[in-house]
């Protein structure tokens, strides 16, 4: 689309993970239809290998998160850390003003201010994992597509005859890939065996890690019938990390999955201040990594 609009345009490809063995990176075959698309454009491929800052900047914190009991999102810092800092400034390098990316995103200024926008296709919005940019990032960014449904983009990259245009979409983080998330994690935090327990402190099952839990989550949890218990599921309502015990409840709506207010730490604004001392606004979470549902109560 930028190349129709004559915009002079260079493709720069970014490693963030080394191929760790397990068959599942994909980063050589994205490299190769990378190319491909490049070619077929009519534009200078560049390469670039950011799989050190990748490892310092996201999967050192990645793994402390985990190990804290809580469930970090590394798409969040990715994007902060190696492709709207390293990746950006690599671009530059080359001799390039701005940067342009596939999110489902939008970018406005207006007033003065630099806004990030939710992409038009709601299935397929990634304002989320964009929050952290600030306006000196969103200044040198556009997003080409962020106001079309994908349906639109894989037509446009169909008539244009791009190689990609029916490649699967990317699901999970990329360096898990398609494999077991526990086997993962365990290669980094090794196990340890601990107690399940429902509110009141019964101990109802067993767990093989504290870590591998997400609150709100419902699967995995392999907790069978329990005697004197109705036949409903199980939910995580909370972890003690020091002690390795995984508290679980049977209810929805347990107030344990319930609240009523949030403390957030780290406040991002990307103006660099708030809009006013106090206004409304919306909350919105992600899902956690390997597909993990949340419940009603842990989403908003």
Excluded at 30 to 41: E, F, L, N, Q, S
Aim: proline letters at 6%; charged letters at 25%; hydrophobic letters at 40%.
């Amino acid at each position: 689309m930028l190349a129709q609009a004559g915009e002079p345009l260079a493709g720069l490809f970014m490693q963030n993970w080394d191929d760790d063995g397990s068959g599942e990176c994909r980063a050589e075959e994205d490299r190769r239809d990378a190319v491909a698309v490049c070619g077929r454009i009519g534009v200078p491929f560049h390469f670039r290998d950011f799989a050190k800052e990748y490892w310092a900047g996201v999967f050192e914190h990645f793994l402390a998160e985990y190990a804290a009991g809580r469930t970090p999102n590394p798409d969040v810092l990715c994007n902060r850390e190696v492709k709207f800092k390293h990746f950006l400034d690599a671009a530059r390098e080359l001799g390039a003003e701005r940067i342009a990316t596939g999110h489902y995103a939008q970018v406005a200024h207006d007033g003065g201010r630099w806004r990030l926008l939710r992409g038009a296709d709601r299935d397929k919005d990634q304002s989320y994992f964009l929050h952290q940019l600030g306006k000196a990032q969103l200044s040198a960014t556009v997003f080409p597509i962020g106001h079309l449904p994908k349906a639109q983009v894989r037509q446009i990259a169909r008539e244009a005859g791009l190689p990609t245009h029916a490649k699967k979409d990317s699901t999970g983080i990329c360096f898990i890939g398609e494999r077991d998330f526990r086997e993962f994690l365990g290669r980094y935090l090794p196990a340890r065996a601990g107690a399940i327990r429902d509110p009141q402190g019964v101990e109802i099952g067993t767990h093989p890690g504290v870590f591998y839990f997400t609150l709100g989550q419902r699967e995995g949890l392999n907790i069978g019938g329990v005697r004197g218990r109705a036949a409903a599921p199980w939910y995580v309502v909370g972890k003690d990390v020091a002690r390795n015990i995984l508290y679980v409840d049977q209810d929805r709506d347990s107030p344990w999955l319930l609240s009523q207010r949030l403390r957030s730490e780290a406040m991002h604004w990307i103006e660099g201040a708030p809009p006013a001392g106090a206004f409304d606004c919306t909350a919105q979470g992600a899902l956690p990594p390997a597909g993990r549902a949340l419940p009603r109560a842990g989403q908003r």
